[in-house]
T-cell receptor
Framework: DAGVIQSPRHEVTEMGQEVTLRCKPI?????LFWYRQTMMRGLELLIY????????DSGMPEDRFSAKMPNASFSTLKIQPSEPRDSAVYFC?????????????FGPGTRLTVL | QKEVEQNSGPLSVPEGAIASLNCTYS??????FFWYRQYSGKSPELIMS????GDKEDGRFTAQLNKASQYVSLLIRDSQPSDSATYLC??????????FGSGTRLLVRP
């Protein structure tokens, strides 16, 4: 299995620009999670989907952030407009249903730098 | 109080020693507990999961859970320099949301 795939691996952009991060979960997994990791705040859950439906977006910091999952094999996290404080590593993770706390498998992450 | 607390370290142990990593959590309703290892610049990697009180062993790793004390630990036997990483404790309640601790940095000295 290829594991969770994320693109791009690195993104440098200027404040005010739109940023789109992409994720392909492990085939057959029905849960998809978006996390953000910073030195100050650690690893934070932003949003998660079950069977392509957003279940909990309470971690999304503000309206500038949006996420979609148009099908079982693809999800996007969009930031518009981006700000320097959005600089972080963004991880996508997926898991297979089976009860609370399903084991989650992380992608390699996208390192975002907003200048 | 943070939901999941870990000592940030670094915890420094000599090669071959037992490394003991600890984690406490605040929500008594938590049901599932995980240890992730994260090398610098890499993504978190699941190494252990535990769901019931007691010990769970997998190779050189042992996870211990005490729900009454709201305490989870990870023991690494025969520590190797390649074990040097940050270890993240994660706790799950009735939903599928994982709450992560800030991590403990482990250094294994050759």
């Amino acid at each position: 299995d290829a594991g969770v795939i994320q693109s791009p691996r690195h993104e440098v952009t200027e404040m005010g620009q739109e940023v789109t991060l992409r994720c392909k979960p492990i085939s057959g997994h029905d849960y998809l999670f978006w996390y953000r990791q910073t030195m100050m705040r650690g690893l934070e859950l932003l949003i998660y989907f079950n069977n392509n439906v957003p279940i909990d977006d309470s971690g999304m910091p503000e309206d500038r952030f949006s996420a979609k999952m148009p099908n079982a094999s693809f999800s996007t996290l969009k930031i518009q407009p981006s700000e320097p404080r959005d600089s972080a590593v963004y991880f996508c993770a997926s898991s297979l249903t089976g009860g609370p706390g399903n084991e989650q498998f992380f992608g390699p992450g996208t390192r975002l730098t907003v200048l | 109080q943070k939901e999941v607390e870990q000592n940030s370290g670094p915890l420094s142990v000599p090669e071959g020693a037992i490394a003991s990593l600890n984690c406490t959590y605040s929500d008594r309703g938590s049901q599932s507990f995980f240890w992730y290892r994260q090398y610098s610049g890499k993504s978190p990697e699941l190494i252990m999961s535990i769901y019931s009180n007691g010990d769970k062993e997998d190779g050189r790793f042992t996870a211990q859970l005490n729900k009454a004390s709201q305490y989870v630990s990870l023991l690494i036997r025969d520590s190797q320099p390649s074990d040097s990483a940050t270890y993240l404790c994660a706790v799950c309640r009735s939903s599928y949301k994982l709450i992560f601790g800030s991590g403990t940095r482990l250094l294994v000295r050759p």
